[in-house]
């Protein structure tokens, strides 16, 4: 019987992510890839995309796929919202940069 995807399905309960998944942790040796804290030694229990999905990151590509512990996913993807926040921000204009409604 063939096994049926459907679109409401979430992406981490689909075969193909579940088996790429499994193989990154593998490929990885469980061992955390980023180590962001110097000398992380935990083992690698999440999977990272390294090209996002937004951006046109493959979901279950095994070269898109890094490991990762859990402290340094968390940090990781701090960093990635606060740059993503940062860069959707308007250069701020000083309201003392403006004389009479033109910039000086």
């Known amino acids: ?3 049926i995807t459907l679109a409401l399905e979430p992406s981490h309960h689909r075969p193909d992510w579940r088996r790429a998944r499994a193989q990154a942790l593998v490929r990885d040796n469980h061992e955390c890839q980023l180590r962001i804290m110097p000398g992380c030694t935990r083992a690698a229990t999440q999977v990272h995309h ?18 990762v512990c859990g402290y340094c996913h968390n940090v990781l ?3 990635e919202s606060a ?9 701020p204009i000083h309201p003392a940069d403006v004389l009479g409604g033109r910039l000086r």
Do not use: F, K
Request: no cysteine; hydrophobic share 25%; aromatic share 0%.
């Open 50 to 67: 390294i090209r996002a999905l937004a951006r046109g990151g493959d979901r279950s590509e095994l070269t898109n796929l890094v490991s």
């Open 77 to 79: 993807s701090s960093q």
């Open 83 to 91: 740059r993503r926040r940062n860069r959707r921000r308007p250069t």
């Open 1 to 3: 019987m063939a096994t």
